[in-house]
T-cell receptor, first 114, second 110 residues
Framework: GAVVSQHPSWVICKSGTSVKIECRSL??????MFWYRQFPKQSLMLMAT?????????EQGVEKDKFLINHASLTLSTLTVTSAHPEDSSFYIC??????????FGSGTRLTVV | KQEVTQIPAALSVPEGENLVLNCSFT??????LQWFRQDPGKGLTSLLL?????REQTSGRLNASLDKSSGRSTLYIAASQPGDSATYLC?????????FGAGTRLTVKP
């Protein structure tokens, strides 16, 4: 079946540094990828939708200059958290689809900013 | 490794019916379980979140139960409507990851 690999599974970084999270579709072409964020004891919230080769569409309240999303190929999307701060500590997860109906999720990345 | 299974994979019902979607998971050491809805081409919409210490949550016509010891959750939808047609996903959160079921594609016919 379809597999999405997300790396790293967890990361700790210093405040002010940038962190990149990768999301790869291993056996299918992902025309659309989604990025989500989840704060402790809260539900998953959509951050942005990215289509291969075009700019990501960000949800209201998500800073596009802080959360850089690149979907340069049909198998890879990256989320870069720039100038990370402790309040960016969260669980980030991606999902990918090729047809808009079947979705496959990565296993997530736990980001801790100290 | 946590495995999440959803049954059935697809379901078609006439409008007005009550229905139950099932989710099972292999590792009972979870933090929470969530039910999501996903419309074609759209991101996830969270429906209900059940913490590991809870047994059920209700929101409008939706009721979700959790039996952590047996590794099961159900999503009950009362008086279904055509607008309920979507894919419903169950997700189980562990220490550092979240595992999703493959979803149940629901069609409610007028």
């Amino acid at each position: 079946g379809a597999v999405v690999s997300q790396h790293p599974s967890w990361v700790i970084c210093k405040s002010g540094t940038s962190v990149k999270i990768e999301c790869r579709s291993l056996d299918f072409q992902a025309t659309t990828m989604f990025w989500y964020r989840q704060f402790p004891k809260q539900s998953l919230m959509l951050m942005a939708t990215s289509n291969e080769g075009s700019k990501a569409t960000y949800e209201q309240g998500v800073e596009k200059d802080k959360f850089l999303i690149n979907h340069a190929s049909l198998t890879l999307s990256t989320l870069t958290v720039t100038s990370a701060h402790p309040e960016d500590s969260s669980f980030y997860i991606c999902s990918a689809t090729t047809d808009g109906y079947g979705y496959t999720f990565g296993s997530g990345t736990r980001l801790t900013v100290v | 490794k946590q495995e999440v299974t959803q049954i059935p994979a697809a379901l078609s019902v006439p409008e007005g019916e009550n229905l139950v979607l099932n989710c099972s998971f292999t590792d009972s050491a979870i933090y929470n379980l969530q039910w999501f809805r996903q419309d074609p081409g759209k991101g996830l919409t969270s429906l209900l979140l059940i913490q590991s210490s809870q047994r059920e949550q209700t929101s409008g016509r939706l009721n979700a139960s959790l039996d952590k010891s047996s590794g099961r959750s159900t999503l009950y939808i009362a008086a279904s409507q055509p607008g309920d047609s979507a894919t419903y996903l169950c997700a189980v959160q562990g220490n550092n990851d979240m595992r999703f079921g493959a979803g149940t594609r629901l069609t409610v016919k007028p």
